[in-house]
């Protein structure tokens, strides 16, 4: 089965750093554009960042520009989220989320999501 | 950015009524659109995208329509299964943008 497994979220106080995992398993991983996406609790969904298969392209929410970043390990079939300068409005259940890609071709929606890590901020 | 708004917020029906919900693009996403459900305490899960084609394994009472700007998601006969907050999602531009979902309650 295609899984998405996050990990690496917990309490953090505000200014503070944090790295996210997430561990995919059941497709090639390497084949894939990955994606973090963040739901404030009872709230909506805010999509974060966007990495391709060979880390060739990079995209970022303005909202996280310059305080998070997006890498891979296509070795380890993991996606991470280095989150620096956190802020209690950073308070969210982070998913990490797979583009669709087929035929050598990718789109940014995303399937399957993972059962999501949360992150709090707060002194 | 396109701002993607979604109406109503929240949706009371029946079971076996119909549902329709709508998202707006602030520009056009051409059908670059997909649909999620979230049911409480899981992760998203994708049922539409394309602006119409059903994901793998979405019953047939899930449908969507319309390009541009304007699109609808339609449940022809709501299950009780169907309860559960959905959200539309542009992939045209980036950013990559949400709309702020609809509720679908049992009435």
């Known amino acids: 089965d295609v899984q998405l497994v996050e990990s690496g979220g917990g309490l953090v106080q505000p200014g503070g750093s944090l790295r996210l995992s997430c561990a995919a398993s059941g497709f090639t991983f390497s084949s894939y554009n990955m994606n973090w996406v963040r739901q404030v609790p009872g709230k909506g969904l805010e999509w974060l960042s966007y990495?391709?298969?060979?880390?060739?392209?990079?995209n970022y929410a303005d909202s996280v520009r310059g305080r998070f970043t997006i890498s891979r390990d296509n070795a380890k079939n993991s996606v991470y989220l280095q989150m620096n300068d956190l802020r209690a409005e950073d308070t969210a259940v982070y998913y990490c989320?797979?583009?669709?890609?087929?035929?050598?071709?990718?789109?940014?929606?995303?399937?399957?999501w993972g059962q999501g890590t949360l992150v709090t901020v707060s002194s | 950015e396109t701002v993607m708004t979604q109406s109503p917020g929240t949706l009371s029906v029946s079971p076996g009524e119909r549902a329709t919900l709508s998202c707006r693009a602030s520009q056009s996403v051409s059908s670059n659109l997909a649909w999620y459900q979230q049911k409480p305490g899981q992760s998203p899960s994708l049922l539409i995208y394309?602006?119409?084609t059903r994901a793998t394994g979405i019953p047939a009472r899930f449908s969507g329509s319309g390009s541009g700007t304007e699109f609808t998601l339609t449940i022809s006969s709501l299950q009780s299964e169907d309860f559960a907050v959905y959200y539309c999602q542009q992939y045209n531009n980036w950013p990559l943008t949400f709309g702020g979902g609809t509720k679908v309650e049992i009435k």
């Open positions: 394309g602006a119409s």
């Open positions: 990495i391709s298969s060979s880390s060739s392209s990079i």
């Open positions: 989320a797979r583009d669709f890609c087929s035929g050598g071709r990718c789109y940014e929606w995303f399937d399957p």
